[in-house]
């Protein structure tokens, strides 16, 4: 498996503002995910961040919202802009290590909104 | 798009009770994962799966993908406190579509 820390591990935030969430593996991967895991709910696919190129959304996310970045094979930043409280979660990166292969997940930020 | 039920929702057991947990879908899956997470934790892997009939074990914990490819069971032996905490399914529909994930056993050990 992977080692794969995620910053902050928790923060709470204005409404209004903008927080960026960082991931870094301790190797290269080829898929990086971000999910949002909501307050007692199962895990939700927000985005896959693709190296190189602008990430891909699910149905729902859209990147004004959740901008993503990729700049390497290592590390990848998911901001969680214009904040309102519907968007306190966990939010969560996961990597793969190979194609079609289990996913593994940082521990994740905790996010709340005032 | 394709969804993922699990059952029971929650449980609660005795300490050294065996537990079993299932997973579900209206359509064929590929791969089977079961994660487990704790309080303040991200998922952990516990098992995965690739094909139909397999049955893994993870020293007490046994899972087997379903023969129609369209559910999987996870059990727990002789459970134990530390057990305690959420158990996701997680399913690959075929190759190139994201896992689908379940809603989660949320499992509690009584002392």
């Known amino acids: 498996s992977a080692v794969i820390s995620q910053k902050p591990s928790r923060d709470i935030c204005q409404r209004g503002t903008s927080l960026t969430i960082q991931c870094q593996v301790d190797?290269?991967?080829?898929?990086m995910f971000w999910y949002r895991q909501q307050p007692g709910q199962s895990l939700t696919l927000i985005a896959t961040?693709?190296?190189?190129?602008?990430?891909?959304?699910e149905s729902g996310f859209v990147i004004d919202k959740f901008p993503i970045s990729r700049p390497n094979l290592t590390f990848s930043t998911l901001t969680v802009s214009n904040m309102s409280p519907e968007d306190s979660s966990i939010y969560l990166c996961?990597?793969?290590?190979?194609?079609?292969?289990?996913?593994?997940f940082g521990d994740g930020t905790r996010l709340s909104i005032l | 798009g394709q969804q993922l039920n699990q059952s029971p929702q929650s449980m609660f057991i005795q300490e050294g009770e065996d537990v079993s947990m299932n997973c579900t879908s209206s359509?064929?899956?590929?791969?089977w994962l079961w994660y487990k997470q704790d309080p303040g934790e991200g998922p952990v892997l516990l098992i995965a799966?690739?094909?139909?009939?397999e049955l893994t074990s993870n020293g007490r914990l046994t899972a087997q993908f379903g023969i129609t490819r369209k559910d999987s069971f996870l059990n727990i032996s002789a459970s134990i406190p530390s057990d305690v905490g959420i158990y996701f399914c997680?399913?690959?529909?075929?190759?190139?579509?994201?896992?689908?994930f379940g809603p989660g056993t949320r499992l509690s050990v009584l002392p």
């Open positions: 996961s990597v793969e290590l190979g194609s079609n292969q289990p996913q593994h």
């Open positions: 190797s290269q991967v080829t898929m």
């Open positions: 961040a693709n190296q190189g190129s602008e990430a891909t959304y």
């Open positions: 359509s064929i899956f590929n791969t």
């Open positions: 799966l690739y094909k139909a009939g």
């Open positions: 997680a399913g690959h529909p075929k190759r190139g579509q994201n896992f689908v």
